[in-house]
Structure formats: structure tokens, C-alpha cells
């Protein structure tokens, strides 16, 4: 009792302080004092163990079940004129050492993710004489960088929307009030409430009503930096013929993606687990591949008319995810969603177990050593596999600090050495790659005394290097 009445308190104390930002729309005060309310009243159900329930193939749908997509250009047509493609493009590339949005860093032939992006729509459009568009939902942090770039794609056969997820004001742990009205200027007093604020904000910058009013029916969700999720005509025709109104693409789990969110039934709806959510006592079940064997690629696939009747309605009650950090030396506490986890406030919801090529996410330098070789070409935008690799996991690859930075990366490679037969990699130190290498099996390259150069042309394979003599 005493907790709910210091909660309102809290609340009570707020309101006034959040009233009085005028940076943000009333929409965002709102929803904010809401997201606040929710946290404080502590309404997140522990989940109960031992009622989770792996899910079927009815709920988590493999790909290879799915009816092959019409083969006829005018039904083809006649589906993807019901699509709309949005990517999440909130983020930075400050951890890759990049200024602006992520969307912008190169990943192959001089392209940024943002390019292949429209490129790939074009295509589909020129080809099917389709009008599938783009919305690209931008934080106040890549909002103003976006804007100009979009206007190089103005002569493209695509029509892009932008629109901002929602600015909601941290929250001073101290004394629960918000930090900008404590004087810290600038962006510095403001965040993005995660990617579950994609349905409010689609909602509230009126582009929801706007798609559905030119006959959009889905809208497939997913990551800017996900290269692998590309328009997939089979997962849109089965959503369509089952009047599945959410689709949640997973993908098997390797030892890489323990930590990656997946997919239970829970009291007769399929809904998703975070390691957040799960009881200490059961982590390391939660990261065994034998128990959980899927995890959530964040392409997501959402009925548009389902959207707005939940907004509405005020029915999306994600998770709460609780972010601590630290800004100016000042406690502070940020309130975030996640939009995979509204999948279990729509009806008739799946899953649909993909191929791992739809997961190829650019999240370090590393992964962008896979993507710029010959593990891969680029064919109208599409990132493929080469098929001369048989296994079908991608090589380990993890460099030093001295690669963290995108710039630092591409002047320590003359050219990316070929990986085809590459198990694994592991960089350390200052080391520096010539032109036309070939790297095979397990290697380690350490640089132990001072700069190390591996010459051009060298093959190198199941070897640990330390020095020049190893070579």
C-alpha cells in the first residue's frame, strides 16, 4: 500500500513538470505519462515457468510450409500493391565511429544500407509495375540528417515517407522528474522510447490513415541494418490468405544469438520472451539452443487496419524495458518498448521460422568484413550468399579496438581478403591486410611486437600468426 502511494506521488509530481515541456506534442505527453503510470503501478506479470509452452508449426510456421507465391505478374502485383516496407532508421553510427544515421554507412560497391534499400524497392516496383513504399521511421536524432538524404532519391521510382517516433524526456532517478526542466539543454534530455513506439507514432503522424486510404493493407517492419530482410512474397501471401494479422519472422538460434529474444506459447497465445523477463534461476536454460530453439529477427510483417484499431483502443501494453544511464554524472532512467513483443495483442499471430539469410545484420566492423567479400555479391540491390560456401553459418570474425571504427577498418584492409573457407578469425593488435589475401580455417593474427603486415597475396590457413616470422 505505502509503494502505491509513493507511486502516485511520483506520478502526481510529474505531470505538472512533463506538462510544462514545450518541445514535445501533446500525443507525446500523453503517451509518456502513460508509459510512467504503467511502470510505476509495477503491472509486468512475472512470467510463470512452468507454463510455457513450446510452440507448434501452426503458430511458429517453418518457410518451406508456406504456398509458394503466385507465379503470375498481374497477382503478384495485385499483392505487393497492398504492401508498404518501413524501416526503424532512429539509430546512430556512433558505435562504428560514424557520425549521422546508420543508415548511411557504405556496405559494398560504394552503397549505404539506406541506397540498397531503395534500390530493392525500385526494382520490385519496375518490375511488377507495383507502387510499394518506403516509410522510414526517424528519431529527433536522424531526423534532419535523413531529410536531406532522401532528396538525392528524388527522381527514383519509390515513394519514401519519413515520419519521427515519439521524444519523451528522461527521467531523473533522484527525485522522478523530467531532466530537461533540470536545465540539460539540448538532446541531451530527450530519448526514443525503443521501436515499440512504431505503431503509436505511424498512428499519430497520420501516415497510417494515409496508407490505408490508398488500399495498403500490411506494413513489413524491420531494422535499416538488417541487409537480409527484403520484401518475401510468400510470407506476404500467406498473411493475406490466413488473415494472419502479425507476423514475426524468427530464425534457428546459433551460439551467437543466445541472448535474442524468442518466440512461447503462454496461456493460448504466442508471445514473446526477453532475457529480461526471465527469472534469474532460468537464464542459462533460456540461452540453451535444446529448450529455445528460435529467436526474433525483427522483421516483422503487421496488418495495417489491426494497428489502428489497438492504437485506439490504447491495447499495446508492451513490456516495459527498463534502460538506466548516466548523463552529465546524473542518474537517469529511461522507459522503452519493443515492437516484436505487441505480438501477442493481435489476432490469429505467427510466427514463421525463416531461412537465417533473411538475419544479416550489420551491428560492428566485423560484420562488415563478411559483407564486403566474397562471401557475398550484389545482385539489384539484394545482398546473396555465394554458393561456393558450403557451410551454411557465416565464419567467426572478431577484431581488436583497432578496427572498431569504420574508417580505421577499411585503411587496415587494401582489399578484403577472401573468407569463402574461413572457419574463423580472430585480429589483435596493430595489424595491417595488402591486397588479394586468402584466409582459410582457424586463424589467429596477434601483432605482439609492434606493427604487423601480412603481405599481399598471402594464403593462410589453420594458423596462428604473432609476428612477420610466421608468415
Given at each position: ?13 510529474l ?8 518541445q ?13 503510470s ?8 512475472q ?5 510455457i ?7 511458429v510456421v517453418p518457410?518451406?510450409t508456406l504456398?509458394?507465391a503466385?507465379?503470375?505478374?498481374e497477382?503478384t502485383k495485385?499483392?505487393?500493391?497492398k504492401?508498404v516496407?518501413?524501416?526503424l ?19 559494398r ?20 509495375g507495383?507502387n510499394?513504399p518506403?516509410?522510414l ?7 534532419e540528417?535523413?531529410q ?32 530537461p ?24 503522424s ?5 496508407m ?10 524491420a ?7 527484403v520484401v518475401d512474397?510468400?510470407i506476404l ?7 494472419n ?6 530464425t534457428?538460434?546459433?551460439l551467437?544469438?543466445v ?9 493460448g497465445?504466442?508471445?514473446?520472451l526477453e532475457i529480461?523477463?526471465?527469472p ?8 540453451s ?8 529477427t525483427?522483421?516483422?510483417w503487421?496488418?495495417?487496419?489491426a ?11 508492451m ?22 513483443a ?16 533473411r ?5 560492428a566492423?566485423?560484420d ?8 557475398y ?17 557465416n565464419?567467426?570474425?572478431e577484431?581488436g579496438?583497432?578496427f572498431?571504427?569504420v574508417g580505421?577498418f577499411?585503411?587496415?584492409f587494401?582489399s ?9 578469425l580472430?585480429?589483435s593488435?596493430d ?6 589475401i586468402?584466409?582459410k ?9 609492434g606493427?604487423?603486415?601480412?603481405p599481399d ?15
Amino acid at each position: 500500500m505505502a509503494a502505491a502511494v509513493a507511486s502516485d506521488a511520483k506520478l502526481e509530481k510529474l505531470r505538472p513538470a512533463v506538462a510544462s515541456l514545450d518541445q514535445i506534442s501533446e500525443n507525446e505527453k500523453t503517451g509518456f505519462i502513460n508509459l510512467v503510470s504503467r511502470y510505476l503501478s509495477g503491472e509486468a506479470d512475472q512470467i510463470e515457468w512452468s507454463k510455457i509452452q513450446t510452440p507448434t508449426d501452426e503458430v511458429v510456421v517453418p518457410y518451406d510450409t508456406l504456398a509458394p507465391a503466385p507465379e503470375d505478374l498481374e497477382a503478384t502485383k495485385k499483392l505487393l500493391d497492398k504492401l508498404v516496407v518501413l524501416k526503424l532508421n532512429g539509430g546512430l553510427g556512433t558505435t562504428m565511429g560514424c557520425t549521422g544515421p546508420k543508415s548511411v554507412i557504405e556496405v559494398r560497391n560504394g552503397f549505404t544500407f539506406l541506397d540498397l534499400i531503395v534500390i530493392q524497392i525500385e526494382s520490385l516496383n519496375k518490375k511488377y509495375g507495383c507502387n510499394v513504399p518506403l516509410l522510414l521511421m526517424n528519431s529527433f536524432n536522424t531526423h534532419e540528417d535523413t531529410q536531406k538524404i532522401v532528396e538525392k532519391y528524388s527522381n527514383s521510382n519509390i515513394e519514401i515517407h519519413t515520419f519521427n517516433q515519439s521524444q519523451y524526456p528522461r527521467i531523473v532517478v533522484e527525485d522522478f522528474s523530467p531532466l530537461p526542466s533540470k536545465g540539460v539543454a539540448g538532446k541531451d534530455g530527450w530519448y526514443p522510447p525503443g521501436h515499440g513506439d512504431v505503431f503509436p507514432a505511424l498512428t499519430n503522424s497520420g501516415k497510417l490513415d494515409a496508407m490505408l486510404s490508398k488500399g495498403k493493407e500490411y506494413v513489413f517492419v524491420a531494422n535499416s541494418d538488417n541487409l537480409g530482410a527484403v520484401v518475401d512474397l510468400k510470407i506476404l501471401n500467406h498473411l493475406i490468405n490466413n488473415q494472419n494479422e502479425y507476423c514475426m519472422e524468427v530464425t534457428p538460434k546459433t551460439l551467437a544469438d543466445v541472448k535474442g529474444g524468442t518466440l512461447i506459447s503462454y496461456e493460448g497465445r504466442v508471445q514473446l520472451l526477453e532475457i529480461a523477463q526471465v527469472p534469474d534461476e532460468h537464464v542459462s536454460e533460456f540461452k540453451s539452443i535444446e529448450k529455445f530453439k528460435i529467436f526474433n529477427t525483427n522483421n516483422l510483417w503487421v496488418n495495417l487496419k489491426a494497428i489502428k484499431r489497438l492504437v485506439e483502443a490504447d491495447a499495446l501494453k508492451m513490456e516495459i524495458i527498463p534502460n538506466p544511464k548516466e548523463v552529465e554524472g546524473i542518474k537517469v532512467l529511461q522507459l522503452e518498448t519493443a515492437a516484436g513483443a505487441a505480438i501477442r495483442f493481435f489476432d490469429n499471430a505467427i510466427g514463421s521460422n525463416v531461412p537465417r539469410s533473411r538475419f544479416l545484420p550489420v551491428k560492428a566492423t566485423s560484420d562488415l568484413l563478411l559483407v564486403q567479400s566474397d562471401l557475398y555479391t550484389l545482385v539489384d540491390g539484394f545482398v546473396i550468399r555465394n554458393p561456393a560456401r558450403t557451410n551454411p553459418a557465416n565464419p567467426s570474425v572478431e577484431l581488436g579496438p583497432e578496427f572498431k571504427k569504420v574508417g580505421n577498418f577499411l585503411s587496415r584492409f587494401k582489399s578484403i581478403p577472401s573468407i569463402v573457407e574461413l572457419d574463423s578469425l580472430k585480429v589483435s593488435g596493430d595489424v595491417w591486410f595488402g591486397a588479394g589475401i586468402i584466409l582459410k580455417g582457424k586463424v589467429t593474427i596477434t601483432a605482439k611486437a609492434g606493427k604487423l603486415e601480412i603481405p599481399d597475396g598471402a594464403v593462410i590457413e589453420n594458423k596462428d600468426i604473432n609476428g612477420p616470422e610466421d608468415l
